[in-house]
T-cell receptor, first 115, second 112 residues
Framework: AQSVTQLDSQVPVFEEAPVELRCNYS??????LFWYVQYPNQGLQLLLK??????LVKGINGFEAEFNKSQTSFHLRKPSVHISDTAEYFC?????????????FGTGTQLKVEL | DARVTQTPRHKVTEMGQEVTMRCQPI?????VFWYRQTMMQGLELLAY????????DSGMPKDRFSAEMPDATLATLKIQPSEPRDSAVYFC??????????FGPGTRLLVL
């Protein structure tokens, strides 16, 4: 079984500042890792994913994340945030065996971008 | 722009009533997932299907919940009888083999 920890429930940041949302996972098998974003009253949208290969993954809206196997982390970063990035961000993990179907989500981090 | 659609978007019902939620996966996707989101439990996987066959429903309360795929374009999640603790947002997602899941907008259920 896998688990995900998002330590920060809320992250306030000023517009145009950089941001990092932290995600740590636990698993006894190889994993796939994902970041999803949820805007108010909407479903989840995939930001980026790590399946294999390069540990630095680039996604939509200028976000990127780095897979660090030794630290079991997959932190999400953006060099300069915009007001429109205000949303809730979920990190998710699934085991490679079984095709990555069973996603386990973290509790989410609310990113609030202020002027 | 292909999307997962869910109906209804909102549902208010009384305890004991049957609730049926529907999902139309993206055409060509062979894997369909049902999730529940609450403030207390976060996002939980209830069940998922591959090529219309249930692969895992271990996250679903068996006594009152049931999930089916009558055909490749329709997935249903039923609750009978509904209880106040079932109040949540229910998401359907679809994908090919499941590596990337595309989520619908959700059904917001309130059981009084």
């Amino acid at each position: 079984a896998q688990s995900v920890t998002q330590l920060d429930s809320q992250v306030p940041v000023f517009e145009e500042a950089p941001v990092e949302l932290r995600c740590n996972y636990s698993s006894s098998v190889s994993v796939y890792l994902f970041w999803y974003v949820q805007y108010p009253n909407q479903g989840l949208q995939l930001l980026l994913k790590y399946l294999s290969g390069s540990t630095l993954v680039k996604g939509i809206n200028g976000f990127e994340a780095e897979f660090n196997k030794s630290q079991t982390s997959f932190h999400l970063r953006k060099p300069s945030v915009h007001i429109s990035d205000t949303a809730e961000y979920f990190c998710a993990v699934s085991g490679v065996t079984g095709g990555g179907n069973k996603l386990t989500f973290g509790t989410g981090t609310q990113l609030k971008v202020e002027l | 722009d292909a999307r997962v659609t869910q109906t209804p978007r909102h549902k208010v019902t009384e305890m004991g009533q049957e609730v049926t939620m529907r999902c139309q996966p993206i055409l060509g996707h062979n894997t369909v997932f049902w999730y529940r989101q609450t403030m207390m439990q976060g996002l939980e996987l209830l069940a998922y299907f591959r090529n219309r066959a249930p692969l895992d429903d271990s996250g679903m309360p068996k006594d009152r919940f049931s999930a089916e795929m009558p055909d490749a374009t329709l997935a249903t999640l039923k609750i009978q009888p509904s209880e106040p603790r079932d109040s949540a947002v229910y998401f359907c997602a679809s994908g090919i083999r499941g590596e990337t899941q595309y989520f619908g907008p959700g059904t917001r259920l309130l059981v009084l």
